[in-house]
């Protein structure tokens, strides 16, 4: 695909969606340049804000598979990956495939599954397979899980670990919608409260990955910039963190500022494409203190401040 194909593509995706979810441009831009990225997002906001809807809309608009997974307190690993059931007419075990086997998968409310079956997900998103009694599966491709949270719910939720949350490559809010007004009107004239099937598909996922192989392969990434994204480790040594972001984290922040980069139709990385996702890809990472969370700060917080503390190149 040529750049200008890509960036055409890319903003399609967008404006479709945009369509029909009531969100400030710049959270679809950033769930969008995540997908591009190859990276995974999690949804946190509370109830009724339109994030089952917003992977829903995506699905479409890409022509993907979809699935959606619903996280209870006893949903089993099994449930998520497929299991070996045994089938007495033919004398062996088939393996029956499990709802992560798509290309969108939602997992909704994934804080409300035990330890055991959040981890079901690590090795998917980590490197796009499963393994089943000791046998490997690969997962389709392109492989993108967009999982969902409630903040202020703390009855029978099990906080995602630091290993969980640092699969994710970006943590957003929709927030509630400046004008409501919009999303009455245009539920009146859905007649539905699932508008999906108006949605026109606009790419497929082999373009997605054609989209993928350009961004690896021609956009431009300066020393000045990746001088500029490392020192993001400075973080590591504030007094109020236990832990500061990973490496996957700077790779990952790398690697969305680049699809930000084509979103905004050029093929070189700029400071500013940084700046606008950096507070997204390493606040979920940072690992606050007791004390200070007590006071309400949050990585969020932190990564704003060296956003301001660091000097970006020219």
């Known amino acids: 695909m040529t750049g200008s194909e890509v960036v055409t593509e890319a903003k399609a995706i967008i404006n479709e969606v945009s369509k029909f979810i009531v969100a400030e441009r710049e959270f679809l831009e950033k769930v969008v340049s995540?997908?591009?990225?190859?990276?995974?997002?999690?949804?946190e906001d509370v109830p009724g804000t339109g994030k089952t809807l917003t992977a829903k809309l995506l699905a479409k608009a890409l022509g993907v598979s979809f699935k959606r997974i619903q996280f209870t307190p006893d949903l089993l690993p099994s449930d998520i990956l497929g299991t070996k059931v045994w089938r007495p007419g033919k004398g062996e075990f088939?393996?029956?495939?499990?709802?992560?086997?798509?290309?969108?998968?939602?997992?909704?409310?994934?804080?409300?599954?035990?330890?055991?079956?959040?981890?079901?997900?690590?090795?998917?998103?980590?490197?796009?397979?499963?393994?089943?009694?000791?046998e490997t599966f690969k997962?389709?491709?392109?492989?993108?899980v967009i999982a969902t949270q409630n903040p202020i719910e703390f009855e029978g939720v099990?906080?995602?670990?630091?290993?969980?949350?640092?699969?994710?490559?970006?943590?957003l809010s929709l927030g509630y919608a400046k004008d409501e007004k919009v999303i009455l009107r245009r539920r009146l004239e859905w007649k539905t409260d699932d508008p999906s099937m108006y949605v026109q598909t606009v790419t497929s996922g082999e373009n997605l990955l054609k989209i993928r192989e350009y961004i690896e392969k021609n956009v431009k990434v300066s020393d000045e910039v990746i001088e500029y994204i490392s020192r993001f480790t400075e973080i590591r040594?504030?007094?109020?963190?236990?832990?500061?972001p990973s490496p996957r984290g700077l790779v990952s922040l790398l690697r969305v500022s680049r699809a930000m980069?084509?979103?905004?139709?050029?093929?070189?990385?700029?400071?500013?494409?940084?700046?606008?996702?950096?507070?997204?890809?390493l606040g979920h990472?940072?690992?606050?203190?007791?004390?200070?969370?007590?006071?309400?700060?949050?990585?969020?917080?932190?990564?704003?401040d060296y956003l301001r503390k660091i000097p970006v190149p020219k």
Do not use: W
């Open 34 to 43: 995540a997908l591009l990225a190859g990276g995974h997002v999690l949804l």
């Open 94 to 134: 088939e393996f029956v495939l499990g709802p992560i086997f798509c290309n969108l998968v939602l997992a909704d409310e994934i804080n409300r599954a035990p330890p055991k079956t959040q981890s079901a997900l690590l090795e998917a998103m980590e490197e796009g397979q499963v393994t089943i009694e000791g």
């Open 139 to 144: 997962l389709p491709q392109p492989f993108f």
């Open 158 to 171: 099990f906080p995602l670990p630091e290993a969980q949350l640092d699969r994710f490559m970006m943590k």
């Open 237 to 244: 040594r504030d007094s109020r963190l236990l832990a500061g």
């Open 261 to 281: 980069a084509v979103l905004d139709g050029r093929d070189y990385v700029i400071p500013d494409d940084v700046k606008k996702v950096a507070v997204d890809v």
């Open 285 to 304: 990472r940072l690992v606050v203190k007791p004390e200070y969370q007590i006071d309400g700060v949050r990585g969020e917080d932190i990564v704003r």
